[in-house]
């Protein structure tokens, strides 16, 4: 059996697959931020989820990185987990 490392870097191995996952890893570095703020805050999904009033699953959607929130969704998940959201634009090399 294989594990998740070495598969990670087999398929990272190939241009294609190593240029979509670099184009995702914004998404993937929101939904960490997104988790650590929660995780700070000590809730769970669905105590979040109903600081929020949306559903647990919607959280986990979040969480997942799979969807982007808007800068509302954004605000609300921070007034939630007593955060402050920021957005910063940075410069490219």
């Not at 959280?59 to 929130?69: K, Q």
């Not at 939630?80 to 090399?93: D, F, M, P």
Request: aromatic share 4%; glycine share 4%.
């Amino acid at each position: 059996m294989t594990d998740l490392a070495t598969l990670k870097a087999r398929i990272l191995a190939t241009p294609e697959a190593r240029a979509e996952y670099e184009a995702q890893a914004p998404e993937f570095d929101l939904a960490r931020e997104l988790i650590a703020a929660r995780d700070r805050a000590g809730l769970t999904q669905a105590e979040l989820a109903e600081r929020m009033h949306t559903t647990q699953s919607a959280i986990a959607r979040l969480e997942s990185g799979r969807t982007l929130p808007s800068m509302r969704t954004l605000a609300r998940f921070a007034e939630a987990t007593g955060s402050r959201a920021v957005v910063r634009l940075e410069r490219t090399a």
